[in-house]
């Protein structure tokens, strides 16, 4: 059974920083392709980043260099660190996989920056 657990959100000021874990259970996460989305209110969810299997990453368009996604093959958990907090990255952020035809989703952890 593939679980998906997200943490690591919080309240947080403009120009901070914070470190979201999402632990996995029932996958290899070196295995797999393994996604960070989030969705603010009113908005479509949309992709941050991604890290393949053979651990090459890729960001969103809108990333500018503020997020850095990594994972912990003994700890089988992936990780997205986020610089330099906006306003604007308020949201819901959510750990994805994808296998076969079906995909998991975490439960979320909201994060929220005060201006």
């Known amino acids: 059974q593939v679980q998906l657990v997200e943490s690591g959100g919080g309240l947080v000021q403009a120009g901070g920083s914070l470190r979201l874990s999402c632990a996995t259970s029932?996958?290899?996460?070196?295995?797999?392709?393994l996604g960070w989305y989030r969705q603010a209110p009113g908005k479509q969810r949309e992709m941050v980043a991604i890290?393949?299997?053979?651990?090459?990453?890729n960001y969103g368009d809108s990333e500018e260099g503020r997020f850095t996604i990594s994972r912990d093959n003994a700890k089988n958990r992936v990780y997205l660190e986020i610089n330099r907090l906006k306003p604007e990255d308020t949201a819901v952020y959510y750990c994805?996989?994808?296998?076969?035809?079906?995909?998991?989703w975490g439960q979320g952890t909201q994060v929220t920056v005060s201006s």
């Open positions: 994805q996989v994808v296998i076969g035809a079906k995909t998991y």
């Open positions: 029932g996958i290899i996460v070196s295995s797999h392709i």
């Open positions: 890290i393949f299997s053979g651990g090459s990453t």
